[in-house]
């Protein structure tokens, strides 16, 4: 499985922006895709996970009511980010983490998010 992340872009701060993240082949139903993201000087940091099949979507609390993670008809996860904050600025990662793995292990190159206040 080959991840492809793409949507980042400069943003004002209340503004939105909309990751994709493309999977290269087709995963069973449980596989948990995850957006991560890292701050400079920061460790990197969870952002919101989804499995496959579309089901049990969980938030980090610093962006709930904010993201929104999901998945569309064809082989993407996507994070739909809105009302952001300059404290989003990151590099986000998408991730897969295969049926009986306790981390996800499978990792796409990032994209970066700024946003301007």
């Known amino acids: 499985v080959q991840l492809q992340a793409s949507g980042g872009g400069l943003v004002e701060a209340g503004g939105s922006l909309r990751l994709s993240c493309e999977v290269s082949?087709?995963?069973?139903?449980?596989?948990?895709m995850g957006w991560f993201r890292q701050a400079p000087g920061k460790d990197r940091e969870f952002v919101a996970s989804?499995?496959?099949?579309?089901?049990?979507k969980v938030y980090a609390d610093s962006v709930k009511g904010r993201f929104t993670i999901s998945r569309d008809a064809k082989k993407s996860v996507l994070l739909q980010m809105s009302s952001l904050k300059p404290e989003d600025t990151a590099v986000y990662y998408c991730?897969?983490?295969?049926?009986?793995?306790?981390?996800?292990?499978?990792w796409g190159q990032g994209t970066q998010v700024t946003v301007s206040s």
């Open positions: 082949r087709r995963t069973t139903g449980t596989y948990r």
């Open positions: 991730a897969a983490r295969p049926p009986g793995m306790s981390e996800f292990n499978l």
């Open positions: 989804i499995l496959w099949n579309g089901a049990v």
